[in-house]
């Protein structure tokens, strides 16, 4: 591995060389905070797809791609004289000292839970006006939902047990049998998505995650599904629901 000398020769590094892109690239030169937005974006996505591969040369890929763009609004806020790359750091490094008051103060905490605890009391008397105030309104639904789980946790709001949220679910199952309004049955299957979501988190399963492995998993069957039918001289369109099922399950042991 790198010693830590290297590691600060190679972020000085990017540093330069964001500086002459900025000054001589046309492309680079032309962006803004707001037209990157959306590609940090997609970088995001691109290192979660590689973390889910557990595949570490792309994950070394792209965070090398996040680093870029963290640099990148760096630079730019610096030509507007508002704050540069030290101050961003510098901003961290004091915000993790004054949040870790076991490590860097006299306050005990041996556990998570506990530290959670004080991570969001903290919060809270940094001005923060609810302990979900910090949760992004943009959130794709699924994230948002677990972060507003996990957060809640950290002030004790949490089943006791994992039984007491199998019971939850099945009741909001029951309400959404009952229910015969279009609309209010819609919030009735949220409430069944939601609790299934708490229940993943409650044993330790990021619901993300989990849902975008089934989602690769279901690409690749079918995409094998097709490609035996097409060895078969089939055509998928015209087969039976059953024949179709016959394929799945040649697919499905195909990939074991």
């Not at 949490?158 to 959404?176: G, L």
Request: with cysteine; proline share 2%; hydrophobic share 35%.
């Amino acid at each position: 591995m790198n010693t830590r000398k290297d590691q600060l020769q190679a972020f000085e590094r990017l540093l330069d060389i964001m500086d002459e892109l900025r000054e001589k690239c046309p492309w680079d030169r032309k962006q803004t905070m707001e037209t990157l937005r959306t590609l940090s974006i997609e970088e995001i996505y691109e290192l979660s797809d590689a973390i889910i591969e557990k595949d570490s040369d792309e994950i070394k890929k792209e965070l090398g791609d996040v680093f870029l763009h963290l640099v990148f609004y760096s630079k730019i806020a610096s030509e507007q004289n508002n704050f540069d790359v030290a101050d961003v750091l510098n901003g961290i490094c004091d915000k993790l000292i004054h949040r870790h008051p076991h490590i860097y103060g006299d306050v005990e905490a041996n556990t998570e839970e506990k530290v959670l605890q004080n991570w969001e009391q903290i919060k809270l008397k940094e001005g923060n006006k609810s302990v979900l105030s910090g949760v992004p309104t943009s959130l794709p639904a699924m994230v948002k939902a677990y972060r507003i789980q996990d957060k809640v946790k950290g002030v004790g709001f949490e089943f006791e047990n994992s039984d007491q949220v199998i019971d939850k679910i099945i009741e909001e199952i029951n309400e959404f049998k009952e229910e015969q309004n279009p609309t209010d049955k819609e919030m009735e299957f949220g409430d069944i998505l939601f609790s299934l979501i708490n229940y993943g988190r409650f044993n330790g399963i990021n619901s993300e995650d989990a849902l975008e492995r089934s989602n690769k998993k279901f690409i690749a069957r079918f995409q094998k599904l097709e490609e035996i039918a097409k060895e078969n001289g089939q055509n998928i369109a015209n087969l039976t629901i059953s024949e179709l099922d016959k394929l799945w399950n040649l697919a499905k042991n195909s990939l074991v």
